[in-house]
C-alpha cells in the first residue's frame, strides 16, 4: 500500500463526507495496477537474419495495465473499417512517404485520424454530454499522441492540464517517480535528439461513450498511431520499420461530474477527467529509450535476439488483443 496514495485517497477536500471512500478505492487501484506493472514488465526485440546481412527490425515493449474499477456497457461507437494489412513490397524506403509497406501506409493523418461516432444518449446522459465528451476526448488524444509540440518537447503540462486537479497529482507523480511504467499512458514523448519525418502521424482505431459502475460517463478509447522518425543517414536504411514506432493504447477517459449515478457528490477538485482500464503496447522501439518512457526507434539498435510473439502486422491491428508478453534484453 502506498502511504503517500492513500493520504491523497482521504485527504477531507477530496470528496464530500461519505463519498471520500470512492476516490481512495480509485488511488488504491492505480498504486496495485502500478506494483503489478512494475512485476511484469518485460521488453522483446526481434533481429531477422538473412543469408547476406542482419537487419534490425524492431523491439516492443508492452506496458500492459489491469483494469482500474468495472470496464462498464459499451453503448456506442463504429468499428474502424481502416486496413491494417501490410502494402505489396515494391520500394525499400521512401522518406517522403515513409509508411509505405507498413499496414499504416492507408490510415488517416494525424488528428483526423482520432474521430468520434455520432453522439447518442448513453444512460442518464443526453446527446449533448455525449457529444462534449468524444469533443473532449478528441482533444485530449491529440494533444497526448500526435500533437508535435507535445512531443518534441516532452510537454506534460499541457496534456495533464486536461485532468481532474486532484487526477493530475496523481499523474504528475507517475511520471516522475515511474517514467518507463507510468508515464506512456498520459503522454508520447520523443527521445531527446529525435525528430520526426515531415509526414504526419498515422492514426487507427475508435471511441466510444459508455456509463461506468459509479454511473459515470466514459469514453473507451482504442488506438494505435505510427510514427515515422528521421534516420539522420537515409542511406542505413533498409525497410520501414527501421524508422518508425508503433504504439497502442487502450484507455477510459472518465467524465467526473458534480455527482455520482446515486447522486452523491463529488468535490470541485474531484471534477474533470479521469484516465482509468489503461493498458497498451509499443513496437519497434529502442529498448535503452522506453525504459525511460521515450520513443525512438529501434534503427540501429543490435541486442535481443527473442523472436516476437506475434508477426509484425498483429502490432498494428487494433482489433487484436493487448501482448502480455514481453522483453528487452
Known sequence: MNSEND????????????????????????????????RNRRMRQWIPVTAVLVVVLGAWVAFNRPNLGAAGVPSSGQPSTT????????VRV??????????????ADGAEGFVAPVPAPVGRFD????????????????TARVDRATLLANDTAKVLSQFAPKFREYAEKQIRDTPEDGKGMFVTAL???QQLLPAQPKVNGTMAAQVNAEGDLAVHTNYVVAYAFDPG????VRQAMD?????????????????DGSGRPYAAEAQGIWLRNGQGHTYAVDC?????????????????????????????DPTHSIPTTDGCH
Open 7 to 38: 493520504d491523497l485517497a482521504n485527504h477531507p477536500d477530496l470528496m464530500g463526507s461519505e463519498w471520500a471512500d470512492r476516490i481512495a478505492r480509485i488511488e488504491k487501484q492505480h498504486a496495485r495496477r502500478q506494483r503489478w506493472s512494475s
Open 233 to 236: 543517414n537515409p542511406q542505413k
Open 288 to 316: 535503452s529509450w522506453a525504459r525511460k518512457g521515450f520513443l525512438a526507434p529501434s534503427f540501429g539498435n543490435g541486442y535481443g535476439l527473442t523472436p516476437p510473439e506475434h508477426n509484425s502486422d498483429y502490432y498494428f
Open 127 to 142: 446527446a449533448d454530454a455525449v457529444a462534449s465528451a468524444y469533443e473532449r476526448t478528441r482533444q485530449a488524444l491529440i
Open 83 to 90: 486496413s491494417t494489412k501490410r502494402a505489396p513490397e515494391s
Open 243 to 259: 524508422i518508425v514506432v508503433v504504439q497502442r493504447w487502450e484507455i477510459d477517459y472518465t467524465f467526473v461530474g458534480a455527482t
Open 94 to 107: 521512401n522518406l517522403a512517404m515513409p509508411f509505405l509497406n507498413t499496414p499504416a501506409a492507408g490510415w
Open 191 to 193: 527521445a531527446p535528439g
